[in-house]
């Protein structure tokens, strides 16, 4: 189901397509909780949405092994730092590094603040990444997350970071 939903060929539980929910607007981004799994999905079940997709090993492999799954992977990504004010960018040695874009300190004030939502969410970005195949992509993600807690530690919090840690240091869960 999640393969077919990524290659556009089949909506989400609640009828969306993915190009639909990349075209969202911020307060979309925000305020509608049931559209994270989609674009992020893992091997375990969500707490919080029981119509969200679970991988198993073959879905994780046909992303691993399809290109056009990983560049749909990848725009969901892309989609969700520019939320977040963050970009994804490539070093002149082609090292990929994700930072703070123009638009950070707006978008900073709708998700870096104490037991936000958006915490749980980008655990759940970091674990996708990591298991379907954009590690270096994660390992990006949380090298700038780490700055950012280092700027706001207090917002954040300690074991917040520390599910960010575990998330882009433990093997693929499956």
């Not at 969306?16 to 091997?43: G, K, S």
């Not at 970009?87 to 994700?98: F, G, L, M």
Request: hydrophobic share 40%; charged share 20%; net charge negative.
């Amino acid at each position: 189901m999640i393969v077919r939903f990524y290659l556009g060929e089949q909506p989400d539980s609640e009828g969306r397509m993915i190009a639909e929910i990349w075209a969202w607007n911020f307060e979309q981004l925000e305020y509608v909780h049931n559209y994270i799994q989609w674009l992020f999905p893992l091997p375990e079940p969500s707490a919080f949405n029981f119509h969200a997709p679970v991988v198993n090993e073959q879905v994780i492999q046909s992303f691993h092994t399809n290109p056009r799954l990983r560049q749909n992977l990848l725009h969901s990504f892309t989609v969700i730092l520019k939320f977040y004010g963050l970009q994804r960018q490539n070093s002149e040695d082609q090292k990929i590094v994700i930072s703070k874009s123009e638009e950070y300190l707006k978008c900073k004030s709708e998700w870096v603040c104490t037991f936000n939502h958006n915490y749980l969410r980008i655990t759940r970005i970091l674990k996708c990444l990591m298991n379907f195949g954009l590690e270096n992509e994660a390992q990006a993600f949380y090298e700038c997350l780490e700055q950012i807690y280092h700027d706001d530690s207090e917002r954040i919090g300690f074991e917040t970071f520390q599910y960010w840690t575990i998330a882009v240091k433990q093997n693929r869960t499956v």
